[in-house]
Structure formats: C-alpha cells, structure tokens
C-alpha cells in the first residue's frame, strides 16, 4: 500500500496493573483488582523499570506509548485528596517518553477502580462517573501541557459483561441488569470525561477505546441472532458515543430481559453522544454466532472452528476480521480510528542462545498488518497502531501464564528479551511499510 500517513503512531501499550507492581508504593491505595486478585503486587516492576522499558521502547523506533494512569495513586480515595507522589510518578514518566521521542498516550481508566470508591457501590453508582471526571481533571490540570492524545474508559463492555455478569473479573458479580447499569454510567463517565478534555484542553484529541469483535452468522439461518450478538457486545457501546443514541434492538432486548432501563436519565446521551476525535480499536479476534439460546441470552457464541488457525490461548487468529471491522468502523460511523490493542498470546519463551522466536506473533504481526493496510486503502482513517502488549504481564483473571508482549519478561528475574516479533516490528515501523518477515520467522 501507499505509505502509512506523516505523525501515524506506531507502539505498543500496557496498563498500570497489570505491569506496574509498587502497589503499596508512594501513597497508592487498593483498588478493586487487588482486593480480586492480587496478583499485581510485581507484576513486570515497570513502576521502577520503566526508564529501561522506554529506552527499549525507543530503540525499537516506537513513537508512541499507551499506558494507563492509576486513579488509586492518583485520587487513592477515589474522591478528594490528591497524591503528588502519584502525580510525580507519571509526570516523570511522560517527560521521560517525550525525551526519547515516544508520544505518551494515557488511559485514565483501565479497570483499577479505588476500592474505597468500590465500597461507596463502584460502578452501580452514578456518582463514580462524576469521580471520573473530577479525576480527570486533577489528570488534564497535571499532564494536559504534555499530552496531546487522551483515552478515556477501557472497554466498557468487559467491564460490565466479566465484571458484572459473568463474574469473571473484579468485582466479580453476577447479574445482567447489573451489568447493563454499569455500561451506562461507565459510559458517561466517558462523556463527563470528554466535555472536561473538551473544557480544559480543547486542542487535545481524545476517544474511548472499545473492545471490538466482528461478529458472523455460523450460518445464513444464523443472520439475526449475529446481528442482535453484534448489538450487544459493539453497537451498545458505538452507537451511543458516535451517535448519541442506544440501538433500538438491543434496548427492547434488555428491556425484556431486565425490565426499564430507567438508570438513563433525559440529557445523558447528549453527554455520552458528544463526538469523540477517535474510537480506540481493541481487536484480538471474531465472534461466530448461532441461533440457540445460551445464558439467558438469544444467540449462542460457537469455539474456534476446526481448520482456522488459534493462538496460544484458542483464540482464532484471523486477520480478515480485523480487516472487516475496521471498513466497517469507517462506512457506518466515519470516524477516525487508533488501534489501542492488537495481539495474542504466543508462549514462546528463550531457546538457549537466549533469543525468542515468537514466530506466531510474528506472522499474525504481519497479516494484521496487512488488513490493516487494506482497510486504510478502502478509507478507513487510522492515527496509528499500538500493540498489545509491550511486555508479557499479568492477564488479569488468567494469571502470568498468557504471554502477549513483543519483550519477553522473565518472572523471577525481570529480564527483558527484545523477541523476534520486536525486531519484525522494528523494521516495519523503520521502512514505515509492512515489510516481509525474514530471519524473524
Ligand atoms: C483487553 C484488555 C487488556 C488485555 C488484553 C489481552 O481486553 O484491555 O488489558 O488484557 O485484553
């Protein structure tokens, strides 16, 4: 393809929990991932490494950097004081990433709510939006000279569907109307976010980044129930930001299935509704749907199919997806688009000469890249690509098994490895076209 546009970014992301460690470190309090987990006490130490993180990162070429601020060093009580120890950290951090040439690109919110706010209802309460933003602003009056480009709320559908209904990540409950609640307030909480960025910052640009997964009927019969899937897990969320309104199917859905959704109060949509500069794109794999009642809920989500290749965790790798989602992303919403997370799980770890051939992720690095290429060709206006993730960390509910990163860690020792996909990645972002793989696969 032509080449990619002048300022895209090219990097890689992470978020404060899951690398960091220090949680009991320069006044930072619990948030609801220690109280679920607890595993993050270490993690990838980046909270003391991360000087040495950006060298590598800037060695790489990367120009860009997504990372997650803490609420809970920042705001510990989740409202009212503030912590400069908190603040100092990412204040030297940022100055740290622009000294080497990488663009900071902070998420204010990726999951590690202050358990103190969780106390007072976390998410079921209205007034943990308002937190938000008043968060915010403590972030934007810190960090707004220096940051140019502001995520707001990670995937507001994980977060209410795993944390509220599935119980599979903090704070682990169970229940859909809950979890319908939750998306709503976690949404405006991104539009009280937004017309804060908007207020202080208005040269700032500035989205939500939402997980997104292309969603196929298993067969033609399987049309509909894809679609009302599809409402569910993207449109919920893409509908109100980009359009200022809940998509009519799925809201008679919940409506049936919980009763009024009456937590939607007359001006909220115009909050939620007011036009971002981007969607983050989240993207790992696809969803192939059935017409067959499963938990409640009218479709049914089928496992990888049989003949399509899978990462190391199952999930299907397949980059025509991601290809799908993103020309669509541009015909139905026309908005431009960074992607925030792209990846998988490869658990290739050091041979005995120490490198890492991670040749799956190369490879999967290389299509997706190329689907990538082929929806900017189609018009999809992209700012960059971020990958998921910089380092192997901790996968939240699974552990440290799952490896994403394109820099091995070594658990016991915190030794980085720069692997064979880094140095794919490297030349890609030097010729500033998606290169061939060579000695890296
Ligand atoms: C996304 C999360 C991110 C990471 C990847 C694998 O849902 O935003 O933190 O765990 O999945």
Request: charged share 20%; net charge negative.
């Given at each position: 393809?032509?080449?990619?546009?002048?300022?895209?970014?090219?990097?890689?992301?992470?978020?404060?929990?899951?690398?960091?460690?220090?949680?009991?470190?320069?006044?930072?309090?619990?948030?609801?991932?220690?109280?679920?987990?607890?595993?993050?006490?270490?993690?990838?130490?980046?909270?003391?490494?991360?000087?040495?993180?950006?060298?590598?990162?800037?060695?790489?070429?990367?120009?860009?950097?997504?990372?997650?601020?803490?609420?809970?060093?920042?705001?510990?009580?989740?409202?009212?004081?503030?912590?400069?120890?908190?603040?100092?950290?990412?204040?030297?951090?940022?100055?740290?990433?622009?000294?080497?040439?990488?663009?900071?690109?902070?998420?204010?919110?990726?999951?590690?709510?202050?358990?103190?706010?969780?106390?007072?209802?976390?998410?079921?309460?209205?007034?943990?939006?308002?937190?938000?933003?008043?968060?915010?602003?403590?972030?934007?009056?810190?960090?707004?000279?220096?940051?140019?480009?502001?995520?707001?709320?990670?995937?507001?559908?994980?977060?209410?569907?795993?944390?509220?209904?599935?119980?599979?990540?903090?704070?682990?409950?169970?229940?859909?109307?809950?979890?319908?609640?939750?998306?709503?307030?976690?949404?405006?909480?991104?539009?009280?976010a937004m017309s804060r960025i908007r207020a202080r910052?208005?040269?700032?640009?500035?989205?939500?980044?939402?997980?997104?997964?292309?969603?196929?009927?298993?067969?033609?019969?399987?049309?509909?129930?894809?679609?009302?899937?599809?409402?569910?897990?993207?449109?919920?969320?893409?509908?109100?930001?980009?359009?200022?309104?809940?998509?009519?199917?799925?809201?008679?859905?919940?409506?049936?299935?919980?009763?009024?959704?009456?937590?939607?109060?007359?001006?909220?949509?115009?909050?939620?509704?007011?036009?971002?500069?981007?969607?983050?794109?989240?993207?790992?794999?696809?969803?192939?749907?059935?017409?067959?009642?499963?938990?409640?809920?009218?479709?049914?989500?089928?496992?990888?199919?049989?003949?399509?290749?899978?990462?190391?965790?199952?999930?299907?790798?397949?980059?025509?997806?991601?290809?799908?989602?993103?020309?669509?992303?541009?015909?139905?919403?026309?908005v431009p688009l960074l992607i925030t997370e792209n990846?998988?799980?490869?658990?290739?770890?050091?041979?005995?000469?120490?490198?890492?051939?991670?040749?799956?992720?190369?490879?999967?690095?290389?299509?997706?890249?190329?689907?990538?290429?082929?929806?900017?060709?189609?018009?999809?206006?992209?700012?960059?690509?971020?990958?998921?993730?910089?380092?192997?960390?901790?996968?939240?509910?699974?552990?440290?098994?799952?490896?994403?990163?394109?820099?091995?860690?070594?658990?016991?020792?915190?030794?980085?490895?720069?692997?064979?996909?880094?140095?794919?990645?490297?030349?890609?972002?030097?010729?500033?076209?998606?290169?061939?793989?060579?000695?890296?696969?």
């Open positions: 393809m032509s080449a990619f546009p002048p300022g895209f970014l090219w990097g890689a992301a992470t978020s404060a929990y899951q690398v960091e460690g220090a949680v009991a470190e320069d006044g930072r309090a619990p948030s609801i991932w220690d109280t679920f987990a607890g595993s993050g006490e270490v993690a990838c130490d980046h909270y003391h490494r991360w000087p040495a993180d950006a060298d590598l990162m800037a060695g790489l070429g990367m120009n860009a950097y997504r990372f997650s601020l803490a609420w809970p060093r920042i705001v510990p009580g989740g409202t009212g004081a503030v912590n400069p120890a908190g603040l100092a950290h990412y204040d030297r951090m940022i100055d740290g990433l622009l000294e080497r040439g990488v663009t900071p690109v902070p998420t204010l919110y990726h999951w590690d709510l202050p358990q103190a706010l969780q106390d007072r209802g976390g998410w079921t309460a209205r007034a943990t939006a308002d937190a938000f933003a008043d968060y915010t602003d403590v972030c934007l009056a810190a960090f707004g000279d220096r940051v140019g480009t502001w995520l707001t709320v990670n995937e507001p559908w994980v977060v209410s569907v795993l944390g509220y209904r599935l119980g599979l990540h903090a704070p682990g409950e169970r229940d859909l109307r809950t979890s319908v609640l939750v998306a709503h307030h976690l949404l405006l909480a991104h539009g009280l910052r208005p040269e700032a640009r500035a989205g939500i980044p939402l997980s997104l997964f292309p969603t196929y009927p298993a067969t033609p019969a399987d049309a509909a129930a894809s679609w009302a899937s599809d409402g569910y897990t993207n449109r919920w969320f893409l509908d109100p930001v980009l359009r200022g309104e809940y998509p009519a199917d799925t809201s008679s859905l919940f409506e049936r299935l919980v009763g009024p959704l009456d937590w939607v109060r007359p001006g909220d949509l115009e909050i939620i509704g007011a036009r971002p500069d981007l969607i983050g794109v989240n993207y790992y794999t696809r969803r192939l749907v059935a017409a067959a009642p499963q938990d409640g809920l009218p479709w049914r989500v089928l496992p990888a199919q049989e003949g399509v290749p899978v990462t190391d965790s199952g999930w299907e790798d397949v980059p025509f997806a991601f290809e799908d989602l993103l020309t669509r992303l541009h015909r139905d919403y026309d990846g998988g799980v490869w658990n290739a770890g050091p041979d005995a000469d120490g490198r890492v051939r991670d040749t799956g992720r190369t490879l999967a690095l290389h299509r997706h890249l190329l689907a990538l290429t082929r929806a900017m060709d189609a018009g999809a206006r992209v700012l960059g690509y971020l990958h998921w993730s910089l380092l192997d960390n901790l996968e939240w509910a699974e552990g440290y098994g799952q490896r994403f990163g394109l820099i091995h860690v070594d658990r016991s020792t915190q030794t980085r490895r720069v692997k064979d996909s880094a140095r794919y990645y490297a030349r890609v972002i030097a010729a500033g076209a998606v290169v061939e793989p060579g000695a890296e696969a």
